[in-house]
């Protein structure tokens, strides 16, 4: 059974950094690409970040871009995001998605999401 369960959501000041991790498990985590989406209240599902099987590479959204990483460490079946510099518009669930393949985009597993909050 596939298993993802994210921790690290925190009351966040502006400014300030966090990093999330997500656990992974029922599958080869090494052979995926995996991903980060966020909802924001009251707001729809926005893809946030992925990284690649093999070599790694990754891709963000526009609105985090320079200020978020996606990691991964394969030996410990864990994916990260470290946030740094938070924006009033960041607060939101944030989840972990595994993807269908190595390279793909399409998400077929999904996580619980921590909260992730930035205070005012």
């Known amino acids: 059974e596939v298993q993802l369960v994210e921790s690290g959501g925190d009351l966040v000041q502006p400014g300030g950094s966090l990093r999330l991790s997500c656990a992974a498990s029922?599958?080869?985590?090494?052979?995926?690409?995996m991903s980060w989406i966020r909802q924001a209240p009251g707001k729809g599902l926005e893809w946030v970040s992925i990284?690649?099987?093999?070599?790694?590479?990754?891709s963000y959204a526009d609105s985090v871009k320079g200020r978020f990483t996606i990691s991964r460490d394969n030996a410990k079946n864990t994916l990260y995001l470290q946030m740094n510099s938070q924006e009033p518009a960041d607060p939101a669930v944030y989840y972990c998605?595994?993807?269908?393949?190595?390279?793909?985009?399409?998400?077929?597993?999904w996580g619980q999401g921590p909260p992730v909050i930035v205070s005012s």
């Open positions: 998605a595994k993807t269908k393949c190595a390279a793909c985009l399409i998400c077929d597993y």
């Open positions: 029922g599958f080869t985590f090494s052979s995926y690409a």
């Open positions: 990284i690649k099987s093999g070599d790694g590479s990754t």
